[in-house]
């Protein structure tokens, strides 16, 4: 029998972070102008056009998380990469806890697939994102 680690953020904040991604995705790839430079609501422009408010409000959340939530949101991340696997999520952890700063928002909104990277870990500690919609 597998042991499954414990998470510092919830399945449902991870959730709600895949709904806004998948969100933002979907419009931005509908026209919507996204900026290199700057950092996390600035250059996604708050400006309430679409995928910019879908944008502007997950990097705050995101912002919002405390550290340890910010850190596992990161390490599920690199796991549903395949960066690694339930049985070195320590590792993974520790890693990620090595790199937080800052720029967490700006890091996870900028990765491509971040909802699908997010979904398959979440799959992995036994969670479907379609048990979550039920609960909408």
Known sequence: MRVIPNLSI????????????????????????????????????????????????LAGFIRDLNVDEQIDLVALTWLGRGDGDLSNWRELRTQAAQAHNERTASYLIGTPMLADYLEEAMAQFGKSFEEFEEHL
């Open 10 to 57: 919830s399945p449902e904040k991870v959730f709600f972070v895949i709904s806004k991604s998948r969100r933002s995705d979907s419009e931005a790839a509908g026209g919507g102008v996204v900026l290199e430079s700057g950092d996390d609501d600035m250059s996604y422009g708050r400006g309430g056009r679409g995928g910019s408010t879908d944008r502007a409000e």
